[in-house]
Each structure stands twice: as C-alpha cells, then as structure tokens.
C-alpha cells in the first residue's frame, strides 16, 4: 500500500537538512577560529618566556664581565692585599708585544702590548691549544669566591676574564700645576651567562698615576 506525502511537508523536511548542514559547518568554523587563537596564544607565550630567558641570560653576562672590570681595576690601582698582588707592576714597565700567558711568569698574565683586531678572540678562545693569556677574575686579588659559578642553575658558567693593555697616550693631572702624568691602561673584559655561548665583552680606560719626585 502506498503512501503519498503532501507536498507541502516534503518541502519543510528538505528545508531543516539544509539548515542542520549549515549548523555543522558554522560549528567547525568556530572550532577552527578557537583552535587557531589557542595556537597562536601559546606561540606568543613561548616567545615571551625565551626572550625574557635570553634576556636574563645577557644581563647575567653583563654583570659579569662588570666584575672583571671592577677585579681589573683592583689589580692595576690597589688596594690589593692578595698574596699575588702586582699593583706595582703596572706603570713600572711596559709589556712586551702579544700577552703573557702561562709560559711566562704567573704574575704578568693577560698583561699585553699592541695587538691586532683579531688577537682578542684568539686570547679568550678556550679552544685554542697555546698557553692561557688573559686573567681570570680574582687571580691577583683573591675574590674567587665573591663570584660564584655554576654549570646549571642562575649563577654564570664561567669566571670572567679579563686583559690588560698599555695604552699608547697618558692623561695629565688639571689639579696639579707640576702636571703629574698618569699611565693609561685599556682593560678588555668578557662575561659569560648562565649558557657559555652568552657573552659580553666591555673595555675600559684606567689612568693610574705614575710615580714622581
């Protein structure tokens, strides 16, 4: 027996696939929309947590190599009570040309003359087989333990290290109508961060008065 359906309800039923088709696709896009905002979020959070890292990690760097320029200081102007003290070295004599190093007597260490534009990366290259040049911090004012270090953790994974160099020019003393001359030292120091690949590398100029009758 068959069954005919009004016209008017075969219509109706063709309208609500219709809509429950557009429903569907409407609910997938929205499911896009979120999944796309969630991935973005998450990729903006990870940027800004490595770049907070790495800024972490460069600040460390730099406050070290800020110490060695402050331990540099110690070493060339006093007061230097350390047993392996060489404040009177500096102004004393000039150094010979290159850096001294391990070959040479310990106290005259990253003590250097004239060097050439690449030299600095040769003296602080670990990987280089001749002898060390340059100083580490506290060698010659016994503060190894006011700067701890670690292979891990917050704290920098090196000592940092500095060189000395005598410069070509010395200051004059205004105050002094005698014109008291003052040496002029270039220290070149580096810090390393929390990653030993982090570095930061500062100079500075020290004038140190010369002795005079």
Same mark, same amino acid.
């Given at each position: 027996?068959?069954?005919?359906?009004?016209?008017?309800?075969?219509?109706?039923? $063709?309208?609500?696939?219709?809509?429950? @088709?557009?429903?569907?696709?409407?609910?997938?896009?929205?499911?896009?929309?979120?999944?796309?905002?969630?991935?973005?979020? $998450?990729?903006?959070?990870?940027? *800004?947590?490595?770049?907070?890292?790495?800024?972490?990690?460069?600040?460390?760097?730099?406050?070290?190599?800020?110490?060695?320029?402050?331990?540099?200081?110690?070493?060339?102007? *006093?007061?230097?009570?350390?047993?392996?003290?060489?404040?009177?070295?500096?102004?004393?004599?000039?150094?010979?040309?290159? %850096?001294?190093?391990?070959?040479?007597?310990?106290?005259?260490?990253?003590? %250097?003359?004239?060097?050439?534009?690449?030299?600095?990366?040769?003296?602080?290259?670990?990987?280089?087989?001749?002898?060390?040049?340059?100083?580490?911090? @506290?060698?010659?004012?016994?503060?190894?333990?006011?700067?701890?270090?670690?292979?891990? @953790?917050?704290?920098?994974?090196?000592?940092?290290?500095?060189?000395?160099?005598?410069? $070509?020019?010395?200051?004059?003393?205004?105050?002094?109508?005698? *014109?008291?001359?003052?040496?002029?030292?270039?220290?070149?120091?580096? @810090?390393?961060?929390?990653?030993?690949?982090?570095? !930061? !590398?500062?100079?500075?100029?020290?004038?140190?008065?010369?002795?005079?009758?």
């Amino acid at each position: 027996m068959r069954h005919s359906f009004p016209k008017q309800f075969l219509v109706q039923s $063709s309208h609500r696939v219709e809509q429950g @088709g557009m429903a569907l696709i409407l609910v997938l896009i929205m499911i896009s929309i979120v999944f796309v905002i969630a991935a973005v979020s $998450s990729r903006t959070v990870t940027l *800004g947590e490595r770049a907070a890292r790495n800024d972490r990690d460069r600040q460390t760097a730099f406050q070290a190599a800020q110490a060695a320029l402050s331990d540099a200081e110690m070493d060339i102007m *006093g007061p230097n009570t350390a047993s392996t003290q060489r404040v009177s070295m500096f102004g004393s004599f000039g150094p010979d040309a290159g %850096c001294s190093s391990d070959a040479t007597p310990a106290g005259t260490r990253g003590y %250097c003359g004239n060097l050439s534009a690449t030299a600095y990366k040769e003296i602080f290259d670990d990987a280089r087989t001749s002898p060390r040049q340059y100083a580490i911090f @506290g060698e010659f004012t016994d503060r190894e333990d006011e700067f701890p270090v670690s292979s891990g @953790g917050a704290l920098p994974s090196k000592l940092p290290r500095y060189i000395v160099q005598k410069a $070509s020019l010395s200051f004059r003393n205004r105050a002094e109508t005698a *014109g008291k001359p003052f040496d002029a030292f270039i220290v070149t120091a580096i @810090g390393f961060g929390l990653q030993p690949s982090t570095q !930061v !590398v500062l100079q500075a100029v020290i004038s140190k008065p010369t002795p005079t009758n």
